[in-house]
């Protein structure tokens, strides 16, 4: 019996995305510390922004403080980190340059398909950052 091929590409991410649950919503946070200590590595610098960010945008929807954003782009996020924490995926993390290739590949599609809800996110959260700071320093 032959083994079937599993392409990195847009379906597969998509395929990822129709399978994710609420539970897996709650894992992505369960496995927080996973994610940042993985960030931490230098192979990761150039991602840690934007993952920074698709956590913080979950954190924000989880507590109701950001509830404009679709199922899909939720998805796509749950799914990203999910795949991201997940040191056996395709090509297992301990595997030295190639570990990481599956998982920037995901998340580079993924960030493809929500790259316009993820700007949005940023911008609201600019705007909500820059509001608290002007109320602060008219206390002041």
Not at 19 to 47: A, C, G, M, R
């Amino acid at each position: 019996m032959r083994k079937k091929n599993k392409t990195i590409d847009e379906a597969f991410v998509k395929k990822g995305m129709k399978s994710v649950s609420d539970k897996d919503f709650d894992t992505v946070f369960e496995k927080k510390d996973q994610l940042f200590e993985k960030l931490n590595h230098p192979d990761w610098k150039i991602y840690k922004d934007k993952i920074g960010l698709m956590f913080q945008m979950l954190k924000d929807v989880k507590q109701k403080r950001y509830p404009e954003t679709p199922w899909k782009t939720l998805a796509a996020i749950v799914f990203t980190l999910l795949y991201v924490i997940n040191p056996l995926d395709l090509m297992p993390d301990f595997i030295p340059i190639l570990g990481y290739i599956d998982d920037i590949s995901v998340l580079g599609l993924a960030l493809k398909l929500i790259n316009k809800d993820l700007a949005f996110y940023k911008e609201w959260k600019t705007a909500k950052n820059s509001t608290v700071e002007k109320s602060k320093a008219s206390e002041d």
